[in-house]
């Protein structure tokens, strides 16, 4: 190693041990504070109608254990979960119109600016989500997340 190349070292450990201690002071905050709001009937009903048959027609598959997903986007870029790393690729958001609709209702509610939205699917009160953060690299922190749940009724649980 040359002495320009350790020292090239040198300035990247203390650049990783900047952007560790950085990431461990937002997962203390993140522990320590509430960022979740469960907001019910967001629309309309005949709006939910339209909403419920757009998912319906999305063909999610049979899975009892776990719930399925389909993530539509504006854009082409995958949503990856950080900590098990199955790729959903994007679906067309705008395939959807009664989704965009209901997403840019929410939106003006909500002075947010989502292009996005992952759809679950629980097909049995049984059917569950592993415990996740949503800190997946490629998710915008300053604005919110949007989820459209549908299927089985079930209780859901937010940890802090």
């Known amino acids: 190693l040359t ?3 350790l020292e090239d070292l040198k300035k990247l450990s203390k650049d990783l041990k900047r ?5 461990e002071k937002e997962l203390q ?7 979740v709001d469960y907001i019910p009937n967001c629309f309309n ?3 939910k109608d339209l909403v419920l048959g757009e998912c319906e027609s999305m063909n999610f598959g049979k899975c009892d254990s776990k719930a ?3 993530w539509l986007s504006s854009t082409e870029e995958p949503y ?4 098990s790393n199955p790729v959903h690729k994007a679906v067309d958001i705008k395939k959807f119109p009664a989704i965009c609709r209901a997403m840019a209702s929410f939106n003006k509610r909500f002075n947010t600016n989502n292009d996005s939205c992952l759809v679950l699917k629980y097909t049995m009160s049984t059917t ?6 949503d800190d997946e690299l490629n998710l915008d922190q300053s604005q919110s997340i949007c989820n459209l749940t549908i299927g089985s009724s079930r209780v859901i649980k937010f940890l802090t």
């Open 29 to 35: 905050y993140r522990k320590s504070t509430d960022l």
């Open 19 to 23: 952007l560790a201690n950085s990431t």
């Open 80 to 83: 990856i979960f950080t900590d």
């Open 3 to 5: 002495s320009a190349s």
């Open 45 to 47: 009903l005949t709006e």
């Open 68 to 70: 399925s997903s389909k």
């Open 128 to 133: 569950t989500t592993r415990l996740h953060a």
